[in-house]
């Protein structure tokens, strides 16, 4: 059978890699190496006018960052991918690309905390504004704040930490009307849940962080492309523009559409983003993430099955105030989620404790399987209090908009029993509330 027909779960183990081709290795092998032998010094032109993609540098690429590269890119059906040091790399980098000189980016404040800080403390000095829909729910919103220099979209497809779910295609298709991409944020819902592309998006970014690797010992990020979003539209002047540095052997200047025709966006960001700023990920940093995918299906399956267990018990206590996740019993995206999330809507949950501040605190204490940590897809359970951590940047007015109060709890589920979790809830409600009376 040839790789084109294989479907996910073979993908994510075998997608990427021959192993003839190094050395007959079975796991793929960590290129722990900065530099490449360049060979003869016409081989090296070949390479530095890019007609050759061979390594060079590891800051550029490596054979083990490239098997993780392809594998994502497969698993996606997209044209390509790269691979970089962190999730804010990977968003940051995509921004950046999108944006160029002076160009806005359309998003929301349903983010993680520090995408939403980064708006303030990166993007003007670049000269690149953001424009924030307040309610995401309604895709009119975003045709309404579009404005002429607007370059890009930007969106999670599953938020943190609310888990509420945009209406992709509705907003992809106001992004292409007006000539620009859609640049989603998959990391919570993973490429086993949702595969964006299908529905619209142009560029999907990730952090590798969470639960793509799931182990919770490495910090990556990773950009995808789909391969058909029109970068020469006219809108992108600095995908058009000649350059020196990507002159050809006979040194014509070339502009990023003549050297990288397939993968214009994340070949630019090589280029560009990777080569001069820097966020490399390491071979062996590539090598624990590819360790982690290969496992993606089982695990994120057995977290959602955790996450609705959890889930029911929270929505029968009392000391709950609400619960939020689409499978929640009053959750207004039933519907977005059985069109998007058919296998199911992450394994993040967010509820309200009813009680003082003092004893939501002794609750977070009082959990003993829960990781009190601030991280979400790992492999063990996690607890947190978003609105004084993770999401700690966001001002009360963005906290309003995101409904992010201060008595918010977000588990993220783990491969953990789930009666075992279960237990562990009850025992720290009952500690809290014990000296109320029930759990
Ligand atoms: N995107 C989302 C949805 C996240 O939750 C995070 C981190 O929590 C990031 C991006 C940033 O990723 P990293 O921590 O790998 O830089």
Do not use: C
């Not at 998003?107 to 670049?126: E, K, M, N, W």
């Not at 052997?249 to 070949?267: E, W």
């Not at 999401?391 to 007015?397: G, M, Y």
């Amino acid at each position: 059978m040839s790789q084109e027909h294989w479907n996910f779960d073979t993908l994510k183990v075998q997608a990427g890699y021959r192993a003839e081709e190094h050395n007959n290795a079975v796991s793929v092998p960590i290129y722990q190496t900065t530099a490449f032998a360049l060979g003869d010094s016409y081989r090296a032109d070949r390479l530095f006018s890019f007609s050759e993609l061979d390594p060079i540098y590891t800051r550029l690429s490596n054979p083990t960052v490239d098997v993780l590269e392809r594998r994502i890119s497969e698993l996606h059906g997209a044209a390509g991918a790269v691979a970089l040091a962190s999730g804010m790399a990977a968003v940051s980098y995509a921004l950046l690309n999108a944006a160029g000189q002076g160009g806005r980016v359309l998003t929301t404040a349903r983010l993680y905390g520090g995408t939403v800080d980064s708006f303030d403390q990166i993007y003007p000095d670049y000269g690149i504004g953001i424009d924030i829909v307040e309610n995401p729910d309604s895709p009119d919103e975003f045709e309404k704040k579009l404005l002429p220099n607007t370059r890009a979209i930007f969106i999670e497809t599953l938020t943190n930490p609310f888990s509420t779910i945009p209406d992709l295609e509705k907003i992809a298709s106001i992004a292409h009307r007006h000539g620009i991409p859609l640049i989603v944020d998959n990391t919570m819902a993973t490429p086993y849940l949702l595969n964006p592309f299908n529905h619209g998006a142009d560029i999907v970014v990730y952090s590798a962080t969470k639960a793509l690797s799931g182990h919770g010992n490495v910090i990556a990020g990773l950009v995808a492309e789909s391969g058909k979003f029109d970068w020469g539209n006219g809108n992108f002047p600095h995908f058009e523009k000649p350059l020196w540095f990507l002159r050809d052997a006979n040194d014509v200047k070339r502009n990023i559409l003549q050297v990288f025709p397939d993968i214009p966006f994340t070949g630019r960001i090589r280029a560009v983003h990777l080569n001069y700023l820097g966020a490399a990920l390491g071979p062996f940093d590539a090598y624990l993430v590819l360790l982690g995918v290969e496992t993606l299906s089982e695990r994120v399956q057995k977290q959602v099955a955790n996450a609705k267990a959890v889930l029911a018990y929270l929505e029968s206590n009392e000391h709950v105030k609400w619960v939020r996740h689409p499978a929640a019993k009053n959750s207004p995206y039933k519907a977005l989620a059985e069109r998007y999330f058919p296998k199911g809507a992450g394994s993040v949950l967010a509820f309200g404790f009813d009680g003082t501040e003092e004893q939501k605190r002794e609750f977070l204490a009082s959990v003993k399987l829960f990781g009190y940590q601030a991280n979400i897809g790992d492999a063990r359970s996690l607890i947190i209090n978003p609105a004084q951590t993770t999401h700690v940047e966001l001002t009360p007015e963005q906290r309003d908009l995101t409904g992010l109060s201060l008595d918010t709890i977000r588990l993220s589920l783990g491969l953990e029993d789930a009666g075992d979790l279960i237990a562990d809830l009850r025992q720290a409600f009952e500690r809290v509330f014990s000296a109320a009376g029930k759990p």
